[in-house]
Structure formats: structure tokens, C-alpha cells
């Protein structure tokens, strides 16, 4: 079993930053894909970001790309979003998904997810 803990949400201004962080636990690091998604009031749930933990191949939603960033600190079992220049648009319950299948987790379909943190992003 794996467990997944989000943290690093919370309300900041159009322009601002926040980086959000899923510790992982319960897994072989390595042996796991990771993701992030996002889902806004009255939206459906969409998909963010995602990085094969094993090595270096990462995607991201177009309407993120060179806005955030996913990386991962292998000493801690923590993926990290890093995200720049967000608008009010980027509101939304974050939430980290992960699985053994690089494909799975992109589409939304990964094993396991988080409880979620909330983004906010005032005008």
C-alpha cells in the first residue's frame, strides 16, 4: 500500500508562487510514477503534471507548461510542483496521484491519491 500526503497549499496573489509537496511512503520510490491533478469548483478533475520516479521523463498540461515544474528529492520520497505566475484560474484542490504505470497515472487512472491541498489564487 501506498500513502500519499500533500502539503504546501494556501492563498496567494495573481503573479505569486507556491510549491506544493507529496511525501510518499509505503513503496519502493522507483518503483512508482507520480502525478499531479487538479480539480476546481463545478470542474471536472484534470491533469497537471507527472514524472516517471525512476528516471527523468516528465508532462505537463498545456495550460501549465513553463508555469510549474515537477521534480523529486529521493532522500525525502518527496515530489514537489513548483508553480510560478499563477492566476485566479489555477484555483483549485491539488491533489497528488500515484501508480506503477507512467501512462495510468497521466490519465488519471494511478492506483493511489492523496486527501488533497487547496490553491488559491486571488485577483
Known amino acids: 500500500q501506498v500513502q500519499l500526503v500533500e502539503s504546501g497549499g494556501g492563498l496567494v496573489q495573481a503573479g505569486g508562487s507556491l510549491r506544493l509537496s507529496c511525501v510518499v511512503s509505503?513503496?519502493?520510490?522507483?518503483?512508482?510514477?507520480l502525478g499531479w491533478f487538479r480539480q476546481a469548483p463545478g470542474k471536472d478533475r484534470e491533469f497537471v503534471a507527472a514524472?516517471?520516479?525512476?528516471?527523468?521523463?516528465?508532462t505537463y498540461a498545456e495550460s501549465v507548461k513553463g508555469r510549474f515544474t515537477i521534480s523529486k528529492d529521493v532522500a525525502t520520497s518527496t515530489v514537489w510542483l513548483q508553480m510560478e505566475n499563477l492566476n485566479p484560474e489555477d484555483t483549485a484542490v491539488y491533489y497528488c496521484?500515484?501508480?506503477?504505470?507512467?501512462?495510468?497515472?497521466?490519465?488519471?487512472?494511478?492506483?493511489?491519491w492523496g486527501h488533497g491541498t487547496q490553491v488559491t489564487v486571488s485577483s
Open positions: 496521484a500515484a501508480g506503477r504505470s507512467f501512462g495510468m497515472v497521466v490519465r488519471g487512472t494511478g492506483e493511489y
Open positions: 514524472a516517471r520516479l525512476s528516471g527523468s521523463e516528465t
Open positions: 509505503g513503496r519502493n520510490f522507483y518503483a512508482l510514477s
